[in-house]
């Protein structure tokens, strides 16, 4: 699994996991670090990469204002 990578090969534990029982969005609790794993149809369909280019654009917008 990918935690179990995660511990083996980084010595990564995690807080929590949601998502494993529907298996279209995983989510990991690192601590510092939330990990997103998607099925490709759902990561197409949340489209984070754009939302988050969005409010930086907004907020670099702001910043220069």
Same mark, same amino acid.
């Given at each position: 699994?990918? &935690?179990?990578?995660?511990?083996?090969? @980084?010595?990564? &534990? /995690?807080?929590? %996991?949601? !998502? =494993?029982?529907?298996?279209?969005?995983?989510?990991? $609790?690192? !601590?510092?670090? =939330? =990990? /997103? %794993?998607? /099925?490709? %149809?759902?990561?197409?369909?949340? $489209?984070?990469? !754009? =939302?988050?280019? &969005?409010?930086?654009?907004? @907020?670099?917008?702001?910043?220069?204002?």
């Amino acid at each position: 699994s990918t &935690t179990k990578s995660l511990k083996d090969n @980084y010595n990564f &534990t /995690h807080n929590g %996991i949601e !998502g =494993l029982r529907e298996s279209k969005w995983v989510l990991v $609790d690192l !601590g510092d670090v =939330l =990990l /997103h %794993i998607f /099925h490709e %149809i759902t990561r197409e369909e949340y $489209d984070l990469e !754009g =939302l988050w280019g &969005t409010w930086l654009n907004n @907020y670099k917008k702001q910043q220069q204002q």
